[in-house]
């Protein structure tokens, strides 16, 4: 069956530093793959697409990488701040962004 | 633009009750989307429209639950009877493909669901 993994324990990190976090997926083969943010009490909200046949996508100080051949995608968060501090979640299609099977999310927590 | 505009933001129900959820999409986005969040499953598809129309109902869980969108601007989601398990976050998002250049769903704040 297809799977989406994330990371399921929370990731604490300094302030300044960079956060990376994992998406891992089986038995897909998706045309590409979103990540989003969601704050306590709010909806997830897009942050980046990458598409199969890109290998990176920077977005100021955010970054996203896809293998395709390792099945999955990371997700770094240079010079983070506290204010990044929320639930990120990947999540994948097979192309035309009508299905979206979402991955369970990691927590970042980023402290002073 | 408001957004993408959810009814109630909370309900609390006793068990066998119906409850029916409330959505307004982004005026011009063509799409649909109801997903239900908890702890141990966490974002669950369950139904799509593209243009009205139902195209993918494959998530909902029961035929408790039925889904409507009645014209571009409105959709509901009833869930009846309710039953304990019932209970989540229920999101509403819609999207449109000349919305952005990466076809992104744009959610609403969600409808916290406790069913008794």
């Known amino acids: 069956s297809q799977k989406i993994e994330q990371n399921s324990e929370a990731l604490n990190i300094q302030e300044g530093k960079t956060a990376t976090l994992t998406c891992n997926y089986t038995n897909y083969s998706p045309a590409y793959l979103q990540w989003y943010r969601q704050d306590p009490g709010r909806g997830p909200v897009f942050l980046l697409l990458i598409r199969e046949n890109e290998k990176e996508k920077r977005k100021e100080r955010l970054k996203v990488t896809f293998d395709t051949t390792l099945k999955q995608s990371l997700f770094h968060i240079t010079a983070s701040q506290p204010a990044d501090s929320a639930t990120y979640l990947c999540?994948?299609?097979?192309?035309?962004?009508?299905?979206?099977?979402f991955g369970t999310g990691t927590q970042l927590k980023v402290e002073l | 633009d408001a957004g993408v505009i959810q009814s109630p933001r909370h309900e609390v129900t006793e068990m066998g009750q119906e409850v029916t959820l409330r959505c307004k999409p982004i005026s011009g986005h063509n799409s649909l989307f109801w997903y239900r969040q908890t702890m141990m499953r966490g974002l669950e598809l369950l139904i799509y429209?593209?243009?009205?129309?139902?195209?993918?109902d494959s998530g909902m869980p029961e035929d408790r639950f039925s889904a409507k969108m009645p014209n571009a601007s409105f959709s509901t989601l009833k869930i009846q009877p309710s039953e304990p398990r019932d209970s989540a976050v229920y999101f509403c998002?819609?999207?449109?493909?000349?919305?952005?250049?990466?076809?992104?769903?744009?959610f609403g704040p969600g409808t916290r669901l406790t069913v008794l």
């Open positions: 998002a819609s999207s449109s493909p000349l919305a952005g250049v990466n076809n992104e769903q744009f």
């Open positions: 999540a994948l299609d097979k192309g035309g962004g009508n299905k979206l099977t």
């Open positions: 429209f593209n243009n009205n129309v139902p195209i993918d």
